[in-house]
């Protein structure tokens, strides 16, 4: 299984970043993905999930914020960023794991497979 996050950078508070990750390696409709972030000194917290029976959860602190999405055309999972604020910053990581079903579990669980994370700043 291989993930490869992509679409981080710096952005000022009040952006949007739409940030990808390539899933290979894997029955992609029957894992539960999702996005954890760990910003330094901080723990790692789950952020956003996709069960793989259809449901979504976030974080509250990015709830209206933050939406999870995937193309399974492209094995590809995506998180919509919007109205970013400086507590966002963190190294984001995308996740998944086949023993799950729901994405309330999965956002509090430790996944299996991790991706190399990607970098999200916002800083004025």
């Known amino acids: 299984v291989q993930l490869v996050e992509s679409g981080g950078g710096s952005v000022q508070p009040g952006g949007s970043l739409r940030l990808s990750c390539a899933a290979s390696g894997y029955t992609y409709s029957s894992y539960c993905m999702g996005w954890f972030r760990q910003a330094p000194g901080k723990e790692r917290e789950g952020v956003a999930a996709?069960?793989?029976?259809?449901?979504?959860d976030y974080a509250g602190s990015v709830k209206g914020r933050f939406t999870i999405s995937k193309d399974n055309t492209k094995n590809t999972l995506y998180l919509q960023m919007k109205y970013l604020k400086p507590e966002d910053t963190a190294m984001y990581y995308c996740?998944?794991?086949?023993?799950?079903?729901?994405?309330?579990?999965?956002?509090?669980?430790?996944?299996?497979?991790w991706g190399q994370g990607t970098q999200v700043t916002v800083s004025s």
């Open positions: 996709l069960g793989s029976d259809g449901t979504t």
């Open positions: 996740a998944a794991d086949a023993a799950c079903r729901t994405s309330w579990y999965f956002l509090r669980s430790s996944p299996y497979y």
